[in-house]
């Protein structure tokens, strides 16, 4: 097998070549954050929780978007090993800036709003919040207040007050997207294809690391075989904290982030098809008109950096009980498709997740694709997450309810699936029996709602009591009757 040993990648407008066992530096689990940070003139990019949580580390990938142009995307360098940036350009807060004809430094349009607002005291949040106003510059001109406050909900500020930022963002967006990255976008696009070209499958060994990034499936496939030890990544943002956070040795990696293959999202009459290595950004903003109720729930997943790196393949393969899309997959029905040598299984998500954190995966078999069915138009769905926070949060409960209704206003169909409530999402088979082919009324969601301590036993932790949690449970039933029922049109009906 033809293999590269280094990896390449754009910073301050040069190609770096990095060859790991040369460098004797770095291992292939060095964060871009403490490589950054190694570097001279590259101290801007701060650490401030290690894991995903403060935006502190914020930098910008770039990378073609197939259509001609690049896609800025900002994102957390504290949770992203370097052979992740392999053929992309790395943009921080140091060369955002251009020069003047005499040498003198030029502030980029949202550094002169940030100075112009005030937006910033202390300056530990700054290069991180210049990072996110950059990369939403970068992709939006006037964008609405909701849109600037999303892009920043991943950084956090402890003394400027986000007002300031939120305004200096507002106006810095407001001016043409004039930049050096916009002047310059042709020379990058053409050194990043020549990175690409070279797809030959990168296999870095330094001491005790092995990391293996194919770029087909066919090899993919052939090093899950070869590694059923190695550890699955795409975006990483679950498996670097185990680095990061827990300090674990991570010995053999799989990295399936450079597969092309697995970032797809189709759609035919009768379902949505979301490959594996799609990130939760690009399936919400595919969802908005499309699937709401997914759409709703990855506006309140993680940050936008969260967002730009995790994979629904990720979400899935995690298996957490208290994974944002889970409920939702298995409330629609939504099958996972693996590849294997040679066969290939669909299953229920539903059956895909067999206990905590488990899965019915084989060693040889990679998650493709997730395939949900398209709701016909009188199929009711509704998601919702409850966590202490709004904004980058895990959920303490969440809940997905799928339901279609007779003319009669009876239950036809009813699916109900809990996270946070068991080892797993789960389904809530006794309350959906109650409900089958009954008038869909307050008294008969209450009596549901009974039914769901006999299918739950929750856990109390730092989150939430055991018996919050099951009112939280009770209550979402309850708001998913209030936003769907009527008792008046039911009497209506039976006075009819
Ligand atoms: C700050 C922060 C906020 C977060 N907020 C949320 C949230 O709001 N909601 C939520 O649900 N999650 C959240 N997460 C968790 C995480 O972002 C998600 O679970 C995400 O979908 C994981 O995707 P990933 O591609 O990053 O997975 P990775 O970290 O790469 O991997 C996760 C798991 O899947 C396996 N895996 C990954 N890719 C593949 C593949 N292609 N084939 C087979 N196995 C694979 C890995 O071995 C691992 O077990 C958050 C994480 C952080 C750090
Ligand atoms: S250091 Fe806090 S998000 Fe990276
Ligand atoms: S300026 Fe001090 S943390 Fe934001």
Redesign the pocket.
């Known amino acids: 097998m033809p293999v590269q040993q280094s990896i390449r990648f754009i910073l301050d407008d040069q190609v770096v070549e990095l060859d790991f066992q040369q460098s004797g530096q770095y291992t292939p689990v060095t964060t871009v954050l403490n490589y950054l940070r190694s570097l001279p003139g590259h101290k801007g990019v701060k650490e401030g929780c290690g894991?995903?949580?403060c935006g502190a580390c914020t930098v910008v990938l770039a990378e073609p978007d197939g259509r001609g142009g690049l896609s800025y995307k900002a994102v957390n360098s504290c949770?992203i090993f370097l052979p992740m940036i392999h053929g992309k350009q790395l943009i921080t807060v140091e060369n955002i800036n251009e020069e003047d004809k005499d040498h003198h430094p030029v502030l980029h349009p949202v550094q002169l709003a940030l100075v112009q607002h005030d937006g910033t005291q202390c300056g530990y949040c700054t290069p991180g919040m210049v990072a996110s106003m950059f990369a939403l510059y970068k992709n939006h001109r006037n964008p609405a207040k909701e849109v600037v406050e999303d892009a920043l909900s991943g950084n956090l500020c402890r003394c400027t007050g986000y007002r300031s930022i939120v305004d200096a963002a507002l106006d810095a967006c407001k001016v043409k997207d004039n930049d050096h990255f916009s002047r310059n976008k042709e020379q990058v696009i053409e050194k990043l294809d020549a990175l690409y070209r070279n797809t030959e499958t990168i296999v870095i060994q330094t001491g005790n690391h092995t990391y293996l990034k194919p770029f087909t499936m066919t090899e993919a496939l052939k090093l899950r075989r070869e590694n059923p030890d190695a550890?699955?990544?795409?975006?990483?943002?679950?498996?670097?904290?185990l680095k990061t956070k827990k300090h674990l040795h991570l010995p053999k990696i799989l990295d399936?982030s450079g597969l092309d293959e697995?970032k797809l999202i189709l759609e035919d009459h009768h379902r949505i098809v979301i490959g594996?290595?799609t990130t939760?950004e690009e399936i919400r903003e595919y969802c908005i008109s499309r699937l709401p109720a997914l759409a709703g729930i990855l506006h309140?997943?993680?940050?936008l950096q969260?967002r730009n790196?995790?994979?629904?393949?990720?979400?899935l393969?995690?298996a957490?009980p208290?994974?944002?899309?889970l409920p939702l997959l298995i409330a629609l029905h939504a099958k996972v498709r693996l590849l294997g040598n040679n066969k290939q299984r669909d299953l229920p998500v539903e059956d895909f997740i067999t206990g905590y954190r488990q899965t019915d995966i084989h060693a040889d078999e990679?998650?493709a694709l997730i395939l949900i069915p398209k709701p016909k138009k009188n199929v009711i769905i509704r998601s919702y997450k409850l966590s202490k926070r709004t904004d980058?949060?895990?959920?303490t409960v969440s809940a997905c309810f799928r339901m279609v209704l007779t003319k009669e206003n009876k239950v036809r169909e009813i699916d109900i699936v809990y996270g946070g409530m068991a080892d797993r999402p789960k389904r809530a088979a006794a309350a959906e029996l109650v409900l089958k082919d009954e008038l869909w009324s307050r008294a008969l969601v209450e009596r549901a709602a009974n039914q769901l301590e006999k299918a739950f036993q929750p856990l109390s932790d730092a989150r939430a009591a055991a018996d919050t949690r099951m009112i939280m449970a009770r209550n979402l039933l309850l708001k998913f009757w209030l936003e769907t029922g009527r008792d008046d049109l039911n009497e209506k009906k039976e006075t009819d």
């Open positions: 894991q995903g949580d949770l550890l699955m990544i795409t975006g990483a943002t679950d498996v670097a904290l399936l697995l594996a290595g939760m309140v997943f993680g940050s969260i790196m995790a994979t629904m393949g990720g979400n393969m995690s957490s208290i994974g944002d899309t990679l998650p980058l949060d895990i959920s």
